[in-house]
């Protein structure tokens, strides 16, 4: 069993832009690539794990979160970074969407996702971490007894504003990505 890193895709991975509806918007962090690629040679299961209720607001497609992350993994490779797998919930508490209008396990902070890349893996999730730049990506390594690192792009430094500065059950805080990656590899 090996250890994973769940990363958070937007305000984590690339910038965000809200509801990414264009391929052409995606804007990749600087440092990205490299962080991927050093967990990888630390012989760590990569997934990303984001909600997409944009699906469920009806503003995206499956097909088109499904062909970015196809384009997303293409990208990564030229540069000889792997993600093992895309993991995504389409659903959303306001959807127009009525059968993604729903109570479901997979919307982070709920391990749905979690879930899905056990099925298809074998994960040391006590050894694993979640990096995002919301509580609910902290939340969700709880859920499952991982550890939670909040980066501080995207929303990260508004998450830790609206809590008065600290991340309540965070393992750490990090500036960035690759930041947060340099902290796992220490860690073991």
């Not at 890193?5 to 990205?32: K, N, P």
């Not at 630390?42 to 503003?59: M, P, R, S, Y």
């Not at 384009?71 to 490779?77: E, K, P, Q, R």
Request: charged share 25%; aromatic share 8%; glycine share 12%.
């Amino acid at each position: 069993m090996k250890p994973a890193v769940f990363l958070d895709r937007d305000g984590t991975m690339i910038h965000d832009v809200g509801y990414l509806a264009r391929r052409e918007d995606v804007s990749w962090f600087a440092f990205t690539m490299d962080a991927v690629r050093l967990l990888n040679r630390a012989e760590f299961l990569v997934f990303v794990v984001t909600n997409q209720g944009g699906i469920g607001l009806g503003l995206v497609t499956e097909a088109f979160v499904r062909d970015t992350h196809r384009w997303m993994a293409g990208t990564l490779a030229e540069s000889g970074a792997r993600v093992d797998g895309w993991l995504f919930c389409p659903h959303h508490p306001r959807a127009v969407v009525p059968e993604l209008r729903v109570a479901c396990g997979c919307r982070k902070p709920a391990r749905g996702m979690i879930d899905q890349a056990l099925g298809e893996h074998e994960i040391d999730l006590a050894r694993s971490f979640v990096v995002g730049d919301k509580e609910i990506d902290v939340d969700l390594a709880a859920a499952f007894g991982g550890r939670g690192v909040l980066v501080r792009t995207g929303y990260g430094d508004g998450e830790l504003a609206r809590l008065g500065g600290q991340m309540p059950g965070a393992a750490h805080v990090a500036p960035d990505l690759m930041a947060a990656t340099a902290w796992i590899l220490r860690q073991g």
